[in-house]
């Protein structure tokens, strides 16, 4: 039987991922490729991935799988998720040898909104037009078709790592990330908006709506008011641009977004925090605060410099004890402090 | 010569902007800058996309920095672009019901009669200025004949290869979706169909004429489309 993932349970918006599909921006096709970009970066390097490598980015709707034909290196890491395998619970970021028959599960835990889980093989999948991202509504990707990922879906895999013993932690601290603030460059579009419209941007508070998305994350809070009008001849968006249309509420515009659009942006989220804000849930509260260029740039070096360090991993400690060791620990002997 | 206005997009997104309409001469500029950027691409560079009047460059801030990114488009704004190479493409469309659903609107609203729209229409050489929205879902313009508002109320979604007008430009529909423009025809050719050699047909520069076909001929060219034969025509150079 050859190696493959089986998908027992997929809640809705889990997808495959890669670093996305580039070069075709002018044809009208997003990029896609991961919501939290340094969650998805940490857990290929944890499975051995090359860089960019094709995982899956698991939503608050959660995943179960197994592995079939073959024992599968993984890595999992991103938002304070539930992690059991086999019943046994794991860290969030984490890193294991998925046994045929053993059931990995992933479900929202105390915090966060992503999941990724990387593959140390490779998934024998087609691209299309270059690429096994995902995004929304485009037709493309994935399993082909761009759907999403579902209960009784396949993932045949070749080229399978050597397997990584005993499950253990990743010690990525990067990925505490508060998100209570999010830093934003202004523009390109800022001039549309009085300086006390930017301050209102700025302070907030906002929070995302439920109705946020893979393409937009839309943001409840005060409404905002145009300078000189809320339409522009249509230009380039970038992930992360703060779109305000005519009735005042901005859009993060996020990895599936449309390539080119028509309404001011009055701010852009820098690349270190997009994941910060990728991973808030709905109704978390945050602010914004514009930061200089240089800051934005110095904070993806400083991203660079932390995927770039060794990896340190820790032994797991077990945190679910099972039935049948339960029934072998006298668990009243002895004297306990009572603390 | 005009001297662009360099905006930033967060840190790894800088936009090259010639003007603040829908303009040829302004289109032209991001057009040029985008076929020197392609010829001579520096390192970082990402990808571009050219729209109505500015030039979407994403980079790596990490490979290359701002200053150095802005001072490399001043010098290639300074000496002439590489030629155009433009397309020019024949595309087949179809005005007649139930395609051209709002044919009698349209020309009730620009106040010419349905075969002066048509006429007007299929008789302009129209630019592709950019694309967006969805693959292969491009913009076309312009037809100041047809400067007519959008829809108060928005459509339920139509069958893709629906040719929509409004504002004086055109769009051509590559998925089924709900639409604030109005239904002036449909094209039997694919104008993004991922598993065809070239599954993008039209460049952004490229220039487009309809040509009128009636239903027997439009079943006929879609069927051919569907098989993945590519059925707008390619002209020679003007």
Known sequence: ?339 | MIEPRFLDSGEAALVVEFGRTVDPAIHDHVLALDRALAAAPPPGVRETVPTFRSLMIHYDPLIIDRATLVERVRALEAVPAPPRCAVRWTLPCCYDAPFGEDLARIAEMAGLTEAEVVARHSGTELRVYMYGFVPGFCYLGRLPELAISRRATVRAPHPPNTVLVADGMCVITTVSMPTGWWLIGRTPERLFAPERASAFLVGVGDTLRFEAVDRAAFAALEARAAAGEVVARREPPA
């Open chain 1, 1 to 339: 039987m050859s190696a493959a993932l089986e998908i027992l349970a997929a809640g809705p918006g889990v997808t495959l991922q890669d670093a996305g599909r580039f070069g075709l921006m002018r044809f009208g096709v997003t990029a896609a490729g991961p919501m939290d970009p340094l969650a998805f970066a940490t857990a290929n390097r944890a499975a051995g991935a090359p860089a960019g490598a094709a995982a899956i980015e698991i939503s608050l709707g959660g995943l179960e799988l197994t592995a079939a034909g073959a024992s599968v290196p993984l890595a999992l890491a991103g938002g304070a998720f539930d992690i059991a395998l086999d019943g046994m619970r794991l860290p969030p970021a984490a890193r294991l040898t998925l046994e045929p028959g053993a059931r990995l599960r992933v479900r929202a835990g105390a915090a966060g909104a992503r999941c990724y889980l990387a593959l140390g093989a490779r998934l024998a999948l087609p691209p299309e037009l270059g690429a096994l991202a995902t995004p929304a509504r485009s037709g493309l990707g994935g399993l082909g078709g761009g759907r999403a990922l579902a209960a009784g879906d396949r993932l045949p895999l070749e080229a399978l790592g050597p397997p990584g013993g005993a499950p253990a932690g990743l010690v990525a601290p990067w990925l505490d990330r508060p998100g209570d603030v999010i830093r934003v460059i202004e523009g390109p579009q800022a001039d549309y908006f009085a300086d006390d419209q930017i301050l209102a941007f700025c302070a907030g508070p906002w929070s995302v709506s439920p109705r946020s998305d893979r393409m937009a994350y839309i943001l409840d809070g005060p409404r905002l008011r145009h300078a000189r009008g809320f339409n522009i001849i249509s230009d380039g968006i970038a992930m992360g641009a703060i779109q305000v249309p005519g009735d005042g509420q901005p859009i993060v515009l996020m990895a599936d977004r449309q390539v080119t659009g028509g309404y001011t942006k009055i701010a852009t989220v820098i690349g270190a925090d997009l994941g910060r804000l990728a991973q808030l849930r709905p109704g978390a509260r945050f602010r914004f605060a514009t930061v200089p260029l240089k800051d934005a740039v110095a904070a993806r070096r400083a991203e660079q410099a932390a995927l770039a360090a060794p990896l340190a991993i820790e032994p797991v400690i077990r945190t679910a004890l099972s039935p049948e060791l339960l029934l072998g620990v006298n668990l009243i002997d002895g004297v306990t402090s009572g603390d």
